[in-house]
């Protein structure tokens, strides 16, 4: 404001001019317009909005200043104007207190402060991002008050909180699972330190298939048998898991395999590893199609290398009406790489090969012979992709589905297309992939932990096996387990005792009893007709006469829903449904560690990285 005569002042802002009568409510009043007023003290602007009744008592005290009866040039529009009240002015201690940094202890930073490592933690972000100028800014852009905690404070304080927390509610879900599975696998990081990974797979007693990653252990020994079994037992004894490990799933590796063979636990080998096993040997041993596959990605590696040949490409691709799409390089350990490369080959060979010829290089083109063994091994190795896909589609594809896959698999290759049926009856590419197809999974059905877990699948049951002799036995073995289960849970007698074994017997007064042989021969009656009501035979049985459902359908919620009915069997589904059907949930942690340990984190310890990679996967 600024006084213009005895009476009258001029707002700087506005330039409204007002009658000034000795005190400065009123003033200060005006300024509820302008947000500017808060701008030059640097802080929030208050709420001018009080209760109606606050402004008619405002009013009623005559706080209303009236404009100059004349406007001027400057004051466009009414020649007065009624102010309403300014609500209570602040105390010093507030407008102070609003400008200080929340409390260590205060509720809001601790929430800013849980979401900052929710950040990290979900986006892999390094931890120098609390000391980025350009994120600092921002973040004090949101929030003034809230001041970033430092680098060392968040591995030395809140990290290893959150991790504790977290580790707590973890052991807490496990210790309500009856059985667990585990996945385990090797791998090498961009420093070359060797890790071990170890998830855990279990059904919750609401029937929820959870996946909780346990450990991420630096190996700094041999990779032998006994080293590395040494490190799986270290795991579970930590998390109290001896006891109710069932299987472990991993890899075709023969140090791993004896690892978990010595520690007398059921190994189940990883489906897509054996299937990738069968498509690469199948690739190699095909001389015409390696000859192909070579060729082409000499030509893919030639485009991502010239920058004048990708150009020529792009604009080849666009000149023939199509869209700009990169050609594919394989990548040696997945064979659906090599799939996937000669598909796009085989979609933009007209552009490639046009480009090819302008740039001069027309020997690297594919011959017509050539192109049609690319067409060829196309269509035998897609049937083989759509099962990779359908493995990788679910979160985690329980092991009841191996089984079903397979068949579906040679359904699909000696399928009614008569063209593909005769590619893998003449195609040398066909042919071998056949054989070693049936090699690899020869006796499946035989496998008593694949046949139950196919059994006990209500999408299932026994529409998949082909020996259904073997299914019985199967079948009258999983009834037998049920059996001693049963009888291993009945009640032992108490021992008597030490007391009442020096205790001298008394002779009870002997009576006659009439009915005792009746009351014997009723007695086992009833116990042969409880068995035949509610043993693992009817369970069993009444379990199989249920109809299937859909495919689509959750089998877990199925048994939620069905397990008062089968009291024995629903056990027996909760330790074969936690069993995952590959190794991918602990492979994927090499894909998040490759984006933790990165050339800007690349000095993190060996705990920091179990810790960062244990809250990113359990986090919720």
Wanted: a neutral charge.
């Amino acid at each position: 404001m600024e006084q213009t005569g005895s009476n009258i002042v001029t707002c700087t802002i506005c330039k409204v001019t007002f009658t000034f009568t000795g005190t400065t409510s009123g003033l200060l009043g005006h300024l509820r317009h302008s947000t500017e007023y808060f701008d030059l003290l640097n802080i929030e602007t208050p709420d001018w909005s009080p209760p109606l009744a606050s402004l008619q008592s405002a009013e009623s005290e005559s706080l209303s200043l009236t404009g100059p009866s004349q406007p001027g040039p400057s004051q466009p529009g009414p020649s007065s104007r009624v102010i309403s009240a300014a609500p209570q002015q602040q105390t010093l201690e507030c407008v102070f207190t609003r400008r200080q940094a929340y409390p260590d202890g205060s509720e809001k930073k601790k929430n800013i402060d849980s979401h900052l490592l929710k950040l990290i933690v979900t986006d892999m972000q390094p931890l120098s991002l609390v000391e980025n100028k350009g994120f600092q800014e921002f973040v004090k852009v949101i929030d003034p008050r809230y001041v970033l905690p430092s680098r060392r404070e968040l591995m030395q304080t809140h990290f290893p909180s959150l991790y504790e927390k977290q580790k707590q509610q973890v052991r807490e879900e496990l210790e309500g699972a009856s059985y667990v599975a585990l996945t385990s696998d090797l791998w090498t990081s961009r420093q070359t330190k060797s890790f071990l990974s170890v998830t855990a797979h279990f059904i919750s007693p609401e029937w929820e298939l959870k996946c909780k990653l346990l450990a991420t252990k630096r190996l700094m020994v041999d990779h032998t048998s006994k080293n590395i079994g040494d490190a799986l037992k270290e795991i579970c004894e930590e998390w109290d898991l001896l006891e109710k490990v069932c299987c472990i799933v991993t890899d075709n590796a023969p140090n791993i395999v004896k690892a978990v063979t010595d520690m007398k636990v059921n190994h189940i080998p990883c489906f897509a590893h054996s299937l990738n096993l069968v498509v690469q040997n199948a690739l190699k041993n095909t001389n015409d199609v390696k000859k192909v596959q070579e060729k082409v990605k000499a030509i893919v590696s030639f485009f991502h290398h010239s920058v004048k040949a990708s150009d020529k490409l792009c604009a080849q691709q666009v000149q023939q009406g199509g869209e700009r799409k990169k050609l594919i390089m394989d990548v040696e350990t997945r064979w659906n790489s090599t799939f996937y490369m000669f598909e796009r080959f085989q979609e933009q060979h007209e552009a490639v090969t046009s480009t090819l010829c302008v740039l001069g290089r027309n020997n690297m083109c594919l011959s017509g012979d050539e192109l049609e063994c690319l067409s060829k091994a196309i269509c035998v190795l897609e049937p083989f992709d759509v099962v990779t896909k359908e493995l990788s589609a679910e979160k985690m594809t329980c092991l009841s589905k191996v089984i079903p896959l397979i068949k579906a698999l040679r359904s699909c290759m000696y399928s009614t297309d008569e063209y593909r049926r005769e590619l893998y009856e003449t195609f040398p590419l066909g042919l071998e992939l056949g054989a070693r197809l049936d090699r690899k999974f020869l006796g499946l059905e035989r496998g008593f932990i694949l046949a139950v877990g196919t059994l006990l699948d209500p999408r299932f049951k026994k529409l998949h096996f082909v020996d259904k002799g073997n299914i019985n036995e199967v079948q009258e073995r999983l009834i037998n387990s049920m059996r001693a289960r049963s009888d291993s849970q009945a009640p032992v007698p108490a021992p008597a005792t030490q007391a009442a074994q020096h205790q001298r017997p008394t002779q009870p007064k002997r009576q006659l009893d009439l009915w005792g042989e009746h009351d014997k021969i009723v007695k086992e009656c009833l116990k042969a007709a409880q068995t035949t009501c509610v043993g693992p035979n009817v369970d069993m049985r009444r379990y199989l006469e249920e109809g299937i459902i859909a495919r689509h359908e959750d089998p877990l919620r199925w048994w939620k829903n069905h397990s008062q009915a089968f009291p024995l069997l629903q056990d027996k589904a909760k330790y074969y449904f936690c069993i995952p059907a590959t190794s991918v949930p602990s492979e994927r942690v090499f894909s998040r560690a490759g984006e933790l340990i990165s050339n800007r984190r690349n000095c993190l310890s060996d705990e920091n990285v179990n810790m960062l990679l244990f809250l990113n996967k359990n986090m919720n």
